[in-house]
């Protein structure tokens, strides 16, 4: 059973913090709200840059000029938010295809199995150069970051749709002291319980929902909404049993109605259809006779709202069963 009070906290006080460590690791390289550094500046605050770090700050400069300060910030916030959570639902579902534990250890406890593994593990474009670099400098905090990096960018392979690619300003500012009890992991951790993530995907959609739940309020209160706006304002989430009973009405019903020997019982959401008038039961056969020959692979979303609607609302006018 989900906690959705203790999801909704996280969700919330997550994108607040996540956003305010992303704006301070863009301080960290001298951008901020009102001024950005020269795109070929060699070193910030005294402190000489790599050549990877000068690469994704470019980038970083590129998009706020473009985008603006906040929508970047925001962006960035919600792509970590995005890894994150669908790391911790794979960890605890043991869907994960290194097979290792990345936030907690067996006892589900916040000391990743992943950085104690950190010379075993193998990753696509991990370098152990680097590995054994920050294990001897005692540096966890940049270690785990650096593990964390490569483990996004090797799932890209298996879900490439989820696991884009963050070789870009994404990179640099992904937030420091993950380590910490009270840090965004920590009380991912802490704060939602494990039985709430195990068999559970829906409760990817809850934080999603609750992750945007402040700015949808803010949004709606506007009289016009900016194209940036218009999805926070406009995408809920969609509990399963609403998805079951609207698969089951539209989908369902298009395939008993050319299938009628076919076994619904265990649909939960299904409504039989009323009795109906003499004109109607003659108008159902034929449209049933039409979908007697359709092939699942031939079916396709369009279809099937226009035959909902159809039957709702044109040709059977009489009709009164549900769809």
């Not at 829906?202 to 940036?228: C, H, P, R, S």
């Amino acid at each position: 059973m989900m906690n959705k009070s203790a999801i909704k906290n996280y969700a919330v006080w997550a994108r607040k913090e996540l956003m305010k460590q992303v704006a301070q690791k863009a301080f960290e390289y001298g951008v901020t709200e009102t001024s950005v550094p020269d795109q070929n500046v060699d070193s910030i605050h005294g402190r000489l840059l790599s050549n990877q770090e000068k690469n994704e700050l470019k980038q970083l400069v590129s998009q706020i000029k473009k985008y603006g300060y906040d929508h970047v910030i925001e962006e960035v916030a919600y792509t970590w938010f995005n890894r994150f959570i669908a790391l911790r639902f794979m960890e605890v579902n043991n869907y994960l295809p290194q097979r290792i534990r990345i936030f907690t250890n067996e006892n589900n406890e916040f000391k990743p199995e992943l950085l104690n593994e950190a010379i075993h593990v193998e990753l696509e474009g991990l370098d152990q150069t680097k590995v054994f670099d920050m294990i001897e400098q005692n540096d966890r905090d940049s270690l785990y970051k650096y593990l964390l990096l490569c483990l996004c960018n090797d799932m890209k392979q298996y879900l490439p749709d989820m696991f884009t690619s963050i070789e870009d300003y994404k990179a640099l500012l992904m937030p420091d002291n993950l380590l910490r009890e009270d840090s965004v992991l920590g009380k991912l951790i802490e704060d939602i319980d494990e039985d709430s993530w195990l068999n559970q995907v829906q409760i990817i959609g809850w934080l999603y929902q609750y992750y945007n739940a402040e700015l949808k309020d803010a949004v709606m209160k506007k009289k016009n909404y900016t194209k940036d706006e218009i999805p926070a304002a406009t995408q809920l989430f969609t509990p399963d049993w609403i998805v079951r009973y609207m698969t089951e009405n539209s989908l369902g019903r298009l395939w008993i109605d050319g299938h009628p020997d076919f076994d619904h019982r265990e649909w939960k959401y299904y409504l039989e259809e009323a009795k109906q008038e003499p004109e109607v039961v003659k108008q159902l056969e034929g449209i049933k006779a039409e979908h007697a020959k359709l092939n699942p692979e031939d079916i396709t979303v369009i279809e099937i709202i226009l035959l909902s609607l159809i039957q709702c609302r044109g040709i059977i006018k009489k009709c009164s069963f549900a769809v």
